[in-house]
């Protein structure tokens, strides 16, 4: 099975941005991968925030967007805010079955 | 509008199943998949396979394969998961989400494996 990988922990200051990466085991992360970003705040279930590489859903912020960047898929936050805090999973597609990456804990402070 | 509910926690003790369920509303429940997905405590997601609401064929992560079946019930709009087996890593929060950008996610069933 693909391993799926992220950065552990990440820091941003407010009104900063920060780029997330998701590799693979594999090679390079392409659109085929279908890279999902997830969010997740303590005790509550995951929400997405980006599908299909940059699709957004109706409430993503405006201030996230997904990308393919030197081989992975990324996810920007420009403009932090504090409400940003929470873990961040990328998700891959591998010819039907699915790997979530570790997920990076994303501080802003 | 969009709806996934899960059944409530379950307390099991190793060696038996659970099932878990998932109702949809506010949809075609035929017209998309529907995905599992755990958290053991503390940890991140994992994700544990798929059922084609409308054909009922299924796949799932090589981890699972021979312990989890996956059903639905197309009259009644649910999709379950059953796992067999279980251990007491097998304690986790599961969640059935919607396939076609994942934008709906049920709350989320804890399942405790304790002797």
């Known amino acids: 099975q693909a391993v799926v990988t992220q950065e552990p922990s990440l820091t941003v200051s407010p009104g900063g941005t920060v780029t997330l990466t998701c590799g693979s085991s594999?090679?390079?992360?392409?659109?085929?991968?279908?890279p999902y970003w997830f969010q997740q705040k303590p005790g509550q279930a995951p929400r997405t925030l980006i599908y299909?590489?940059?699709n957004k859903h109706s409430w993503t912020p405006a201030r996230f967007s997904g990308s393919l960047l030197g081989g992975k898929a990324a996810l920007t936050l420009s403009g932090a805010q504090p409400e940003d805090e929470a873990e961040y999973y990328c998700f891959l597609c591998y010819d039907s079955t699915w790997v979530f990456g570790g997920g990076t804990k994303l501080t802003v402070l | 509008q969009v709806q996934l509910v899960q059944s409530g926690a379950e307390v099991k003790k190793p060696g038996a199943s659970v099932k878990v369920s998932c109702k949809a509303s506010g949809y075609t429940f035929t017209g998309y998949y529907i995905h599992w997905v755990r958290q053991a405590p503390g940890q991140g997601l994992e994700w544990m396979g798929w059922i084609n609401a409308n054909s009922g064929g299924t796949n799932c992560a090589q981890k699972f394969q021979g312990r989890v079946t996956m059903t639905r019930d197309t009259a009644i709009s649910t999709a379950y998961m059953d796992l067999s087996s279980l251990r007491s890593d097998d304690t986790a929060v599961y969640y059935c989400?919607?396939?076609?950008?994942?934008?709906?996610w049920g709350q989320g069933t804890l399942v405790t494996v304790s002797s």
């Open positions: 299909d590489t940059s």
């Open positions: 594999t090679g390079a992360v392409t659109s085929g991968h279908y």
């Open positions: 989400a919607r396939d076609h950008g994942w934008g709906y």
